[in-house]
């Protein structure tokens, strides 16, 4: 119901762009969570976009880095990530979400790996 | 910030049962979300807003939450429950979801 896009592989400094294509339901019936793990560690939450108005929520850590969109007309929500780092390598997933609920449905990941 | 704490492992023998904590300060007041992550494989919701168990969670998964400690309780436990298990919450304090750092279940 979620279908990311492919693995990137970028360089220090430059920016990334995932893309999640919902499809199944009403894509502005709920919004959507991303959510990224680095190699062997935990889960950490990126932000939320309302699929519905547009309103995002980020966390503090990343905020004024990420970036989180929506097209409507395809059912795909976006992630960008500027000003790339190693401790960016990643999987980069996407997860069907509306304040304060669960996730209750995850994309299959996207790798991101940062490296000169 | 909210912190969650977890324990990085638990052990149980098949057909026993498993106990996951997630410690938080007065996460009793807060909904409660869990995940199990096998390997190469995206997080699946097993239980919401403490006890809830979507569609297609078997009953085996429980929850409970009170006090400090909430609590995902894995009754019959066989080899297809081993994985990894996060906990989740909404912190309306920061209005952002955290993470707990997750717990690797392992059955003997």
């Known amino acids: 119901q979620l279908e990311q896009s492919g693995a990137e592989v970028k360089k220090p400094g430059a920016s990334v762009k995932v893309s999640c294509k919902a499809s199944?339901?009403?894509?502005?019936?709920?919004?959507i969570s991303w959510v990224r793990q680095a190699p062997g560690q935990g889960l950490e939450w990126m932000g939320w976009?309302?699929?519905?108005?547009?309103?995002?929520n980020y966390p503090q850590r990343l905020q004024g880095r990420v970036t989180l969109t929506t097209d409507t007309s395809t059912s795909t929500a976006f992630m960008e990530l500027r000003s790339l780092q190693s401790d960016d390598t990643a999987v980069y997933y996407c997860?069907?979400?509306?304040?304060?609920?669960?996730?209750?449905?995850w994309g299959q990941g996207t790798m991101v790996t940062v490296s000169a | 910030s909210y912190v969650l704490t977890q324990p990085p492992s638990v052990s149980v023998a098949p057909g026993r049962t498993a106990s996951i904590t997630c410690g938080g300060s007065?996460?009793?007041?807060?909904?409660v979300h869990w995940y199990q992550q096998k390997p190469g494989q995206a997080p699946v919701l097993v239980v919401s807003?403490?006890?809830d168990r979507p569609s297609g969670i078997p009953e085996r998964f429980s929850g409970s939450n009170s006090g400090d400690t909430a609590t995902l309780t894995i009754s019959s436990v066989d080899a297809g429950d081993e994985a990894d298990y996060y906990c989740?919450?909404?912190?309306?304090?920061?209005?952002?979801?955290?993470f707990g750092p997750g717990t690797k279940v392992t059955v003997l």
């Open positions: 989740q919450v909404w912190n309306h304090g920061t209005d952002h979801y955290v």
């Open positions: 807003y403490d006890s």
């Open positions: 976009i309302s699929t519905y108005t547009g309103n995002t």
């Open positions: 007065n996460i009793g007041s807060k909904g």
């Open positions: 199944g339901y009403t894509f502005t019936s709920v919004g």
């Open positions: 997860a069907r979400s509306e304040l304060p609920d669960a996730f209750d449905f």
